[in-house]
Structure formats: C-alpha cells, structure tokens
C-alpha cells in the first residue's frame, strides 16, 4: 500500500522526534527533580537485593518505567526507644531511627542551596513496608575509601568548601551518625550526603561546635534568614514540632559561632564564596 507522500513526510518526522525523546529520557542523570520523583514514586521494582553497607535494613532497588531502568536505596526503619545502648558502650536517650529524616533532610537542604549535595528522595511502599526509596548516585568512591587508600581530591581547595557545607548541615540536622561511609564522591569530585535516620535529634546545643570553621558565604546569609514557619511547612509531616524546634534552636547556635569567630578572625578568614 503507497502512502501519499505528506503523510509519509509526517510519519517519518513523529518517529525521529519519539526517538530523540525516548533518547533523551533514557539517560537518567538528565532527569528533572520532579521527574526523578516520579520515577521513584510510580516505576515497577523489577529487582531487589540487601545492600552491602550499613544497619538500617538498606535495600537496593532496581525500578524500571519501560523507557528507564535506574536503581534507588529503600530503607524502612522508623523506632524509637527510650534508651538505646550502642555496640561500644554509649548510649541515647529518646532514640530515634526513622526513614523520615532522610525525606526532611532533602527538604531541608533544597532551602538552604544545598540541594545538589542530597539525592532525590521520596515516601514509598514496597513488600508491604513504607519506607524512604531515594535516587541511586553515581558515585565512585565514598570518603572512607579516599582517605584509606589515601587519594588526594584535585582541587583540595574545592574539596574542602564542599565539606564545610557538609559539617554546617550535620550541626544544622544534629546528624549522630556522619560517618565517611555516608559520603559519596563522584567522578568529578562531587561530594553527596545520603542516610540521615539518625539525624534531627531534639536538642537545642550543637553536636560538635568544634566542627564549625569556616561557611560558605551565601548559605550563612540563608541561615540567617531561615523562616521558622517555612521550615514546619515543609517538614512538619516528617518532623515533630520538637525536632523543628531543634532545627530552629541549633540555627541560631551556628550563626552565633560564625559572627563570633568574624569578629575574631576576620570575614575573609571565615566566609568562602
């Protein structure tokens, strides 16, 4: 059967541009935020296995939508205990280990810049569990294998802004468990944090001031103008209004250093843009 040239012409230009699409869309770094999300919300999990790092019952999934096949990192964990004793001795009253906060602390990196620096990570069922399914990175090393094999990053100047911005978010959430295993390196030095379900305790102090020494410019100015009614906004339904309160309380703290250790040593000294 012969096809009247126009529709053919037509025909021919709907298939090269399905393809550029399909193209593009096949290629799930290039993806949007939003796009992301809704990868990992709606696409079927067509594999899944115990990741090889880590306490919390982390899983790894393989979802596919029948265009992207991509991985993401499930975890389930959400109790509490009023007192929990670690494997070396310590212990923590009002323990909590929670999914959640790997969802609050996304949410809350986006309002501070710090966006780039958390992979997507979204509220999912799976095998009959609600749990955290966030955006596998690419990474190709954490910070635990850098420093034991004793690799230098490139540009250590960059390198260390990247970690500083880090250092001022784990005082921001009160992360107990920042480990060198929770820090992903990509191939361009790139540094990511992931697991945060020990993080956003109540406690107004900060966890280790010492920790605090230099700030990137723009994420201070930011702190500072953090809105105590944004931040319950955003993170009220992963957050109780305690560990909000914490958040706000500990806000304050670092800011307080920063302007102190200005008035000391300089802003030059301090700030970084």
Known sequence: MAYPRC???AFVVMVCLA?????HAQDPEKLTEDQMKDFLLNARVVKAKDAAKGITNTYRLTLSDGTITHDGSFQSVDETQFKHVFANGTSEVNFRDSYKFNIAAF???????LGDMMPVTVERRWDSKIGSLTWWLPAKLD????WRRKITPPDPDAWNRQMHKMRVFSQLVYDTDRNLGNVLISEDWHLWMIDFTRAFRAYTSLE???NLEKCDRKLLDILRRLDAAEVE???SHWL?????KGIMERRNKIVRVFDELIAKKGENEVLYD
């Open 7 to 9: 529709r053919l012409t």
């Open 240 to 244: 109780s209004k305690y560990e909000i």
């Open 208 to 210: 280790n001031r010492k």
């Open 107 to 113: 949410e809350l990196a986006k309002l501070l810049g």
């Open 143 to 146: 910070e635990e294998t850098r």
């Open 233 to 235: 906004q955003k993170l």
């Open 19 to 23: 393809c550029a699409i399909s193209g």
